[in-house]
């Protein structure tokens, strides 16, 4: 592997900065605050951070919504700040990937203030306007990412047309087909590039082009919302071939700077579709969406895990999360006796490990009662469980923490070998020394049901029991292997094929008898 390629194995910490760590008592996290806490990353054993937005935005989709791509929110602090950030991380070997929001602005952004000002402004043509459709309503029937928000089109009284929205109203869609588009955002690259970041997180980076006729999608995946995967129909207002040209010019830009890397998120789980965004000229690596829409079954998990490793170009990687921003938590979604297994299982597969904050200590989704979040994910975007005061903040948090925040924090997980904090810390540090799971081939094994194995390179074996019964496995050839790493810690020395309740198992089998 070429020393450039760093990513190929990172494990990537995702900082929501807004809810991660508080410096000044206004209750809402800030950049200082995510410096102050470096600590707890670097102890990790994460190789590089994936901020969430942290720049100018009237927070409508909570920095989703950018109204000024080269700066940083007041909320969050300064550009000197970021900078500070970079060069702390980097002292302490890790790297700073920021989130790229290119499909829209917010409505905030001068570009946009421009655009809805005058039907000849130069600048009408950066978004995508469009008259009503004959006898009045929308141009067409495409419909907002967010239940909530309708139609993906608001009618702007000074100028008479609509304007396209894939989320919010907040959020009007660039038009990716104006190359001075296209040439703002590669500014906008450059800028933080230059600024040391290692890459960047490309949100809904399937989004970029639409239909330029602005035809109705047809009535089999009108209803979708989001990506819709029909075996023949395809929608019109996104997953168009024409983005991967866009997000070619972006590699190109990346590669020039040697080292750095694009993350898609792609928010489409058919898997040939999605094999297509990564790896190759396009963007180095994509989300595996699927991975965290399984339900807590090993054959799902195994089909899922295969069915897009089969069709990846040669030698690319996905990148498997568990929860993130956008989707609720592992506690929440399998129960607490399984965060085990399951971190055990995205940080052993072959490719990018991405660990959304408060995951390594198993917080779980806590809504609030009043909600703030448009589309209903305040549950899993509470404040970081530091301590067993809270430790957040000196203030009023945003979001109120969790109610467990006293029993599941950082101050009682730390020293504890038998926490889920330091499971992760033991497979992370693992995982840095092996060749076998830092580059070693995936297969997935037969096994029982119940029970989903698979080798890492040669002969490192990972066996997770998705049951709370003890389970029995096989592997042709072998009837032992020696633990290497385990959920509990009470395992050593070698043992039979063989698994605990809610057990991750991770052996060096010998040679084949
Ligand atoms: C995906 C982001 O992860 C999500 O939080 C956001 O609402 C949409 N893209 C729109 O930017």
Redesign the pocket.
């Known amino acids: 592997m070429a020393a450039d390629e760093w990513w190929r194995d990172a494990v990537v910490y995702q900082v929501y900065p807004r809810s991660f760590a508080d410096s000044d008592g206004d209750g809402i996290g800030d950049l200082r605050g995510v410096v102050d806490r470096l600590d707890h990353v670097e102890r990790l054993g994460a190789d590089a951070i994936w901020l969430s937005p942290f720049y100018p935005s009237p927070q409508v989709?909570?920095g989703?919504?950018i109204s000024d791509y080269e700066s940083v929110d007041p909320e969050y602090g300064t550009l000197d700040d970021f900078d500070d950030l970079v060069a702390e991380a980097g002292r302490r070997g890790l790297r700073i990937v920021v989130d790229l929001?290119m499909?829209?602005t917010s409505d905030e952004h001068a570009w946009f203030v421009e655009s809805r000002s005058d039907r000849s402004n130069p600048k009408r043509d950066w978004y995508i306007w469009a008259d009503p459709r004959p006898g009045g309503g929308p141009p067409n029937n495409w419909l907002s990412?967010f239940e909530k928000c309708g139609a993906a089109w608001t009618f702007d009284d000074r100028t008479g047309q609509y304007y396209l929205h894939s989320?919010t109203a907040g959020?009007p869609d660039l038009n990716w087909r104006n190359p001075d588009v296209r040439a703002a955002m590669g500014k906008v690259w450059r800028f933080w590039l230059d600024r040391g970041v290692a890459g960047f997180r490309i949100?809904?980076a399937h989004r970029l082009m639409k239909d330029p006729d602005l035809r109705d999608n047809p009535p089999e995946v009108a209803h979708a919302r989001r990506h819709f995967s029909h075996p023949v129909v395809r929608q019109r207002n996104l997953d168009l071939p024409e983005t991967h040209d866009v997000l070619r010019e972006l590699r190109e830009v990346l590669d020039g700077y040697g080292d750095r890397f694009a993350l898609g998120?792609v928010p489409i789980s058919d898997d040939a579709r999605l094999a297509e965004y990564f790896g190759g000229d396009g963007m180095q690596t994509a989300f595996h969406i699927a991975f965290w829409e399984q339900p807590w079954d090993a054959s799902a998990f195994r089909a899922c895990v295969d069915g897009l490793a089969g069709r990846m170009r040669p030698g690319s990687l996905p990148t498997y999360a568990l929860a993130?921003?956008?989707i609720s938590r592992t506690v929440s979604r399998y129960g607490a006796a399984r965060a085990g297994v399951a971190a055990m299982m995205m940080l052993t597969l072959r490719g990018v490990a991405c660990v959304y904050y408060g995951e390594e200590i198993g917080m779980s989704d806590a809504p609030p009662d009043e909600a703030r979040d448009v589309?209903g994910?305040d549950g899993q975007r509470t404040p970081m469980q530091w301590d067993d005061t809270g430790g957040f903040t000196t203030g009023e948090p945003w979001l109120p923490m969790a109610p467990g925040h006293g029993e599941v924090n950082v101050g009682r997980q730390l020293d504890d070998p038998d926490s889920l904090l330091s499971l992760y810390r033991r497979v992370i540090a693992y995982r840095r020394g092996s060749e076998d799971l830092r580059r070693g081939g995936y297969r997935s094994l037969d096994t029982p049901p119940g029970v989903f194995a698979y080798l890492r390179g040669e002969n490192l074996l990972v066996a997770l029991n998705f049951t709370g019964r003890p389970a029995s496995f096989t592997v042709p050839g072998h009837t032992e292997g020696r633990v290497e790493l385990s959920t509990r810690t009470d395992r050593t020395g070698v043992v039979p094929l063989r698994l605990e309740p809610d057990e991750g198992l991770v052996l060096r089998l010998g040679p084949v008898r």
């Open positions: 989709d909570f989703y919504d929001v499909n829209h990412s989320f959020q949100d809904v998120e993130t921003h956008d589309d994910r």
